[in-house]
């Protein structure tokens, strides 16, 4: 019996010591691939790397803001080489490298990571945000047309109307004394505004919430997606190999059955374009639809010949992603616009004023809200400290050399937006909300440590639309009604970044008071 348990002893102690050598040399040969790459590249990399999941614990445990700016004070550089599995993840704090990044040496960085198309379901992934390469290229001129002066100032009359019912809503709540969650109302603002100028639909989703159309618009972005549903999609990030087995199940970044519902009702919108004359509308579905390819066998022709032909897949994919780059960005752009006005009152003051010495009582448009200085410098000091995509990707689709750091082909160049816009060495007292900071705001612009619609040829087309839409309704809010705190706000607030769109750890809620 003593004999069987000393053997059964060292017959474990031999499996442990087996484990134990399998572990170091893992550790051993992880280390010196980083530190391979670190040579060839000359990008430094944080220490602590592990097998299989490289430097992901310390992310999640630090928090990705925190461990970038904890591993950028003590390497004592502005760019990092962190391994997410075996990808690695080249972060870039240095502006002069961003602006080659984005703009001077952009065709070896025009597409962002495959990971994003390959988690999206067809045929929303045909969006030009999803697309990469030649059908990018093609597509994007075909789109840029419709955010042309001419065309935004066609929208100004559908926006004014949403924005009436903005303010009408808002001065109804003033009345009734409610603290209210002021993205609910923003939300349904932006949903009726795209509904309007995209698509030629008046839904008015902020008295009328319930309809299918509505819910199932709002279900796409407001449903939290379930926990074992994220880890999956987050394995298959550092796992690129496990890609096809999502697919399998179908676990995807939006819902299955809200995302088909928004195909058959684009479906549907786009038949009864074709049997209407394009005469009578002159939005962003009937622009695509005037360029649709109809011949299902010359779709592949015209799509490798760069031709501005659309197919109908392409159709609902920009529809889809007009959608989505609206509806959350721009609302949540006027919740934090809100929060920033009811807590600095003289700010708010200044707008008021403003609008009052420059439009008077006048219908906002196009020409007059452009005089709205003030207002512009706040949305844009907001966008600042809340930029609505914390961080910007680009994959290296080709190896080249920055400022003596070599980007080899088959990595990913991430840009903290959020971090270059609260870094002390660029914006003094980077946590106040300071609208002065853009009194020459086309000077800060032009610096690639401000990019909250990003840069270069990638950078946001909705950029100018969103800017009309902010000042529209903002015009028509603050002639009815004042921003102010409730005891439910969060002061100081608590902003969360790392969950792909700025967030904040409570809703913003805000009282409203009655302007005479």
């Known amino acids: 019996m003593d004999l069987h348990l000393c053997c059964l002893l060292d017959s474990w102690a031999l499996s442990l010591a087996g484990i134990v050598v399998v572990v170091f040399l893992l550790l051993w040969l992880r280390r010196r691939e980083a530190e ?70 952009f065709p070896y ?31 994007r001129s075909i789109l840029t047309p419709t955010f042309s ?37 923003y939300g349904g603002f932006t949903l009726d505004a795209i509904a309007a100028t995209a698509f ?3 839904v008015d989703s902020i008295n009328n919430p319930d309809s299918s159309f509505i819910k199932n618009i709002k279900e ?10 994220r880890i999956c999609i987050t394995l298959a990030s550092v796992f690129p190999s496990l890609y096809p087995v999502l697919r399998i199940f179908n676990l995807t970044f939006f819902n299955k059955e809200n995302v088909g519902f928004f195909v058959r009702q684009c479906q549907a919108m786009i038949e009864d374009r074709k049997t209407e004359s394009s005469e009578r509308h002159v939005d962003f ?14 779709q592949d022709q015209h799509i490798n010949s760069g031709q501005k032909k659309l197919t109908n897949d392409e159709i609902i994919g920009q529809a889809f992603l007009f959608f989505v780059a609206g509806y959350e960005t721009t609302a949540n752009t006027m919740n934090f616009v809100s929060y920033e006005l009811a807590v600095n009152q003289e700010v708010q003051d200044r707008v008021v004023q403003e609008i009052k010495d420059q439009i ?42 920055i400022k003596d750091y070599t980007f080899l082909k088959g990595g990913t160049v991430v840009i903290p937006v959020y971090g270059l816009h609260h870094n002390p060495d660029y914006w003094p007292d980077p946590e106040k909300f300071d609208p002065d900071r853009f009194e020459n705001s086309k000077n800060v612009q032009n610096k690639f440590y401000y990019m909250p619609f990003g840069l270069g040829p990638r950078m946001c087309l909705g950029m100018r639309l969103a800017m009309l839409e902010l000042k529209i309704a903002l015009v028509h809010v603050l002639r009815r009604v004042r921003f102010v705190p409730c005891q439910e706000t969060q002061i100081p607030l608590k902003v969360i970044t790392n969950k792909g769109l700025i967030t904040v750890e409570k809703p913003i809620k805000l009282a409203f008071e009655l302007r005479h």
């Open 360 to 401: 008077g009582k006048d219908e906002p448009n196009y020409e007059n809200v452009n005089k709205l200085q003030y207002m512009e410098q706040v949305i844009l000091e907001t966008l600042r400290m809340y930029p609505p995509l914390p961080r910007l990707t680009r994959e290296i689709g080709e190896t080249v050399v």
């Open 109 to 139: 960085f025009q597409d962002r990571p495959r990971r994003i198309y390959t988690m999206t379901q067809t045929p929303v992934n045909k969006g030009v945000f999803f697309h990469y390469g030649s059908h990018w290229k093609r597509i």
């Open 220 to 229: 796409i972005f407001q449903r939290g997606m379930k926990p074992w549903r």
């Open 149 to 185: 002066t001419g065309k935004l100032k066609m929208t100004t009359h559908d926006i004014n109307r949403c924005s009436a019912n903005l303010a009408d809503k808002m001065e109804n709540m003033a009345k009734a004394k409610e603290n209210v969650e002021v993205k609910q109302l």
């Open 200 to 202: 030629g639909l008046d």
């Open 285 to 298: 579905l009937q622009l695509m639809v005037n360029a649709e390819l109809d011949d299902q066998s010359l």
């Open 36 to 105: 391979d790459y670190q040579r060839r590249t000359g990008i430094p990399a944080p220490e602590g790397i592990l097998p299989l999941i490289g430097h992901l614990y310390q992310v999640i445990r630090m928090g990705v803001d925190d461990y970038e700016r904890k591993w950028f004070n003590e390497k004592k550089t502005k760019i990092i080489v962190s391994w997410y599995g075996k990808t690695p993840l080249i972060t870039v704090a240095d502006p002069e490298i961003a602006k080659h990044v984005l703009v001077k040496d």
